[in-house]
């Protein structure tokens, strides 16, 4: 008995633990990523680089834009990370009893950048970009921050997820399984509860 309840501990504790991982790792993301824009703006002006000819340097940047720097205007910028947050958190809750590592480390890694960059803009306006990469003859140059590299990341983990959960429905059910039909399946019975299969 005392080993069942031991056993039965374990399992919840473990459960409790893993789910635990996207959101901690959210936070990670958030609070580093602050801490680094916090330590650009403190010590160098708006412009300025260190060191000065490196092509990897450390380059103080303001973007009014999004991610690295694509031009929008300011509502899209506020809009568009906060229906992405939604997306990612609307797949991590459809998906979370699966119990993925993929799932909570891209999840906690895109919610945690998204909304890093996303804070910046509410509270100054714009982000703050930082790490600059130049090309070898001078003439591109590509600036971003912490909080960018975890959305890339955190997208590629969570595409990574949903290709080998479509992989393994597929494997499952047969190559002839369409993964995508249950979803149409149920949007066609609400708009059509008439509708046969």
Known sequence: MRRLAAVRDSNTLGLWNHVQT???LGIVALVLDQLTKLLVRETLMTGESIPHDACVRITHVVNPGILFGAP???LVSLLLP????LVALGLYWRFHRTESTLLNVGTGLFVGGTMGNLLDRI???HVTDFVEVV???????TVFNLADLCIIVGIIILEAFLIRHIIRLIMQKGLRYNPMKPAVDRLIRRRHPRAKD
Do not use: C, E, R
């Open 72 to 74: 929008a205007s300011p």
């Open 82 to 85: 906060l229906a992405m947050i």
């Open 22 to 24: 996207a959101p901690v």
């Open 123 to 125: 509270i100054y306006g």
């Open 135 to 141: 090309s070898s003859g001078g003439d591109v140059s």
